[in-house]
């Protein structure tokens, strides 16, 4: 069995939404590109989107995640990258996760407005 050791990451906003975040021990020896996160009370909506995100980054080898139980709130998500520290990837890729939802949830807004007003010209 695996110690999970507690990986404190309070310079961002973005993780300050999120449940806690910690990290799997026994990546040490693989270097600062290969580490296994866990996300506590995430599932698979933040584990696709986000490795879908994160794989097609050039610098990263593998990218992917687990649920490790379905009754445990845990979701496993690893990084694999010779070029890159996998933490600095993991920052980046919840940093473009949460433009994409901005931009989805604007555009989203923006095109209903645009509806109800005309909406409202045929009535």
């Given at each position: 069995?695996?110690?999970?050791?507690?990986?404190?990451?309070?310079?961002?906003?973005?993780?300050?939404?999120m449940?806690?975040?910690?990290?799997?021990a026994?990546?040490?020896?693989?270097?600062?590109?290969?580490?296994?996160?866990?996300?506590?009370?995430?599932?698979?909506?933040?584990?696709?989107?986000?490795?879908?995100?994160?794989?097609?980054?050039?610098?990263?080898?593998?990218?992917?995640?687990?649920?490790?139980?379905?009754?445990?709130?845990?979701?496993?998500?690893?990084?694999?990258?010779?070029?890159?520290?996998?933490?600095?990837l993991?920052?980046?890729?919840?940093?473009?996760?949460?433009?994409?939802?901005?931009?989805?949830?604007?555009?989203?807004?923006?095109?209903?407005?645009?509806?109800?007003?005309?909406?409202?010209?045929?009535?």
């Amino acid at each position: 069995m695996k110690t999970i050791v507690t990986f404190v990451l309070c310079n961002s906003t973005i993780f300050s939404t999120m449940g806690a975040l910690a990290e799997l021990a026994g990546d040490e020896k693989n270097g600062d590109g290969s580490r296994t996160f866990v996300f506590i009370n995430e599932g698979h909506t933040l584990g696709n989107a986000l490795k879908t995100i994160i794989a097609r980054y050039p610098e990263v080898d593998f990218c992917g995640y687990t649920i490790p139980h379905p009754t445990e709130q845990k979701l496993h998500f690893r990084i694999q990258s010779h070029r890159e520290r996998a933490i600095d990837l993991l920052k980046r890729g919840l940093e473009d996760l949460e433009a994409l939802c901005d931009h989805t949830i604007e555009t989203f807004e923006k095109e209903m407005n645009v509806f109800n007003a005309s909406a409202l010209e045929v009535n």
